[in-house]
């Protein structure tokens, strides 16, 4: 079964940092773009950061110059630096993949949760 499963996260102080890793399990092929949705509570959900299999990456404005993403094939990483307390949130990972149709599948893993707290 194809699913993506995800490691790290956790408390870290303001200031601190904390990896996010998510690898895809079951995927033969090359998933196209993969990356994290964060969503905090009563506030919807967000896209933090992706990258694409040809390496084009996203971040959102909020967390450039202190998070990154990289891509390891199906594995995506996310190294949060200098969290802030406003980074704490529910983080899902996210592949989408599209057929020759442009038909989208998509997969998500559990979600981990990442606090930022003193």
């Known amino acids: 079964q194809e699913q993506l499963v995800e490691s790290g996260g956790g408390l870290a102080q303001p200031g601190g940092s904390l990896e996010l890793s998510c690898a895809a399990s079951?995927?033969?092929?090359?998933?196209?773009?993969m990356g994290w949705f964060r969503q905090a509570p009563g506030k919807q959900r967000e896209l933090v950061a992706a990258?694409?299999?040809?390496?084009v990456t996203y971040l959102h404005d909020s967390v450039k110059g202190r998070f990154s993403i990289s891509r390891d094939k199906n594995s995506v990483h996310l190294q949060m630096n200098s969290l802030k307390p406003e980074d704490t949130a529910l983080y899902s990972c996210?592949?989408?993949?599209?057929?020759?149709?442009?038909?989208?599948?998509?997969?998500w893993g559990q979600g981990t949760q990442v606090t930022v707290s003193s």
């Open positions: 996210k592949g989408s993949d599209y057929d020759n149709r442009l038909n989208e599948s998509q997969y």
């Open positions: 990258s694409t299999s040809g390496g």
């Open positions: 079951g995927v033969s092929f090359n998933i196209y773009a």
